[in-house]
């Protein structure tokens, strides 16, 4: 069974700073690329960035040379670096991987206070 199970969030406030960790399992998971996804009330689920397996990432505009992107593939886990938080950037952060039919996970939810 795959799942992703992700912790890290939090309450910070502007300018702040929150390390996002998801761990993944059932998946050979150096294999997939990993992405970080993150959605508000009545939106729809945004990819923030994502790793391939070399390591290349790619970021969504609004979040370029604020968040980082990493991957441990000894541990399974996929990390999100967020530096410079802004009040725009409240939201559940999911994580998934690229082309697997699988539940999403419950998600962490980070609120970026004004």
């Known amino acids: 069974q795959v799942q992703f199970v992700e912790s890290g969030g939090g309450l910070v406030q502007t300018g702040g700073s929150l390390r996002l960790s998801c761990a993944a399992s059932g998946i050979i998971f150096s294999a997939y690329a990993m992405g970080w996804y993150r959605q508000t009330p009545g939106n729809q689920r945004e990819l923030v960035a994502d790793i391939d397996p070399g390591s290349n990432t790619r970021y969504v505009l609004s979040v370029k040379g604020r968040f980082t992107i990493s991957r441990d593939n000894n541990n399974h886990t996929v990390y999100l670096q967020m530096n410079s938080l802004k009040p725009e950037d409240t939201a559940v952060y999911y994580c998934?991987?690229?082309?697997?039919?699988?539940?999403w996970g419950r998600g962490t939810q980070v609120t970026v206070s004004s």
């Open positions: 998934h991987a690229g082309g697997v039919p699988a539940s």
